[in-house]
């Protein structure tokens, strides 16, 4: 019997069940910047069967963090920034400084600590500045064209979502870099209760980041550019 997530989107699948990003996760599926492929077209490039994945996300529950996926557009960016951003903003100087740390204990022994930490502190840059211009520019001109304004200096939203969206990519591109410096996150033998948590927290880090993506990919930018698109008289 062919499972209902076959020919669903990863992107879909993840906005009913936020749970099942770890599956994708488990398997390598990349489900915030490539999300709009179905499951089976997934598992087809990766080299998986469709329905051991299936199966797995038949038994993810719908839970009552989910409930992100029904806010309005203008409370889903709220939530964004008090729940990712916010994230962010406190662990990333933390990881920094973690990385820093392991560095300097480990590096001689494990010289790869030296791009982890050059990678840790690119992505705090980048994300940084990331974070300031959806909060002071973007996500402001979304609740103005829910309250009815279509006039902005930056012509239409289409153009802030379009840099946010290039910086996604490479903010992607950091993480996949990361997870291949550190072995997908796999400590060795000798590392101390540092080097784990510093792992521990990168892998917590990147699974947090790719829901935040996912959510303006594929509702949060999408909804605000076809409201754009409306006459504010129809708005709701």
């Known amino acids: 019997m062919t499972s209902v997530f076959c020919h669903r989107t990863l992107a879909d699948i993840v906005s009913e069940r936020t749970e099942s990003s770890r599956v994708f996760e488990r398997f390598g599926l990349d489900y915030c910047c490539h999300g709009d492929r179905t499951l089976d077209e997934a598992c087809q490039a990766a080299g998986l069967q469709t329905a051991t994945l299936a199966d797995l996300l038949d038994a993810v ?25 916010a994230y962010a903003r406190e662990e990333l100087p933390f990881l920094d400084a973690l990385a820093t740390k392991v560095l300097g204990v480990h590096g001689d022994r494990h010289p790869e600590l030296g791009a982890v930490r050059d990678l840790v502190r690119e992505l705090r840059a980048d994300f940084e500045l990331h974070m300031d211009k959806e909060e002071r520019v973007l996500f402001p001109a979304i609740h103005a064209i829910y309250a009815g304004t279509r006039d902005f200096p930056f012509g239409t939203i289409a153009n802030p979502v379009r840099m946010m969206g290039v910086e996604h990519d490479r903010a992607g591109e950091l993480l996949s870099a990361l997870r291949q410096a550190t072995g997908a996150y796999r400590v060795p033998d000798d590392a101390c209760a540092s080097y784990h948590a510093l792992y521990e927290r990168l892998a917590a880090f990147e699974h947090d980041t790719h829901l935040h993506v996912h959510k303006e990919n594929y509702r949060l930018f999408p909804a605000a550019i076809a409201e754009e698109g409306r006459d504010p008289k129809e708005s709701r």
């Open 61 to 85: 529950a719908v839970a009552p963090d989910d409930a992100w996926s029904e806010l309005p557009i203008p409370a889903l960016a709220d939530h964004i920034v008090a729940i990712h951003h």
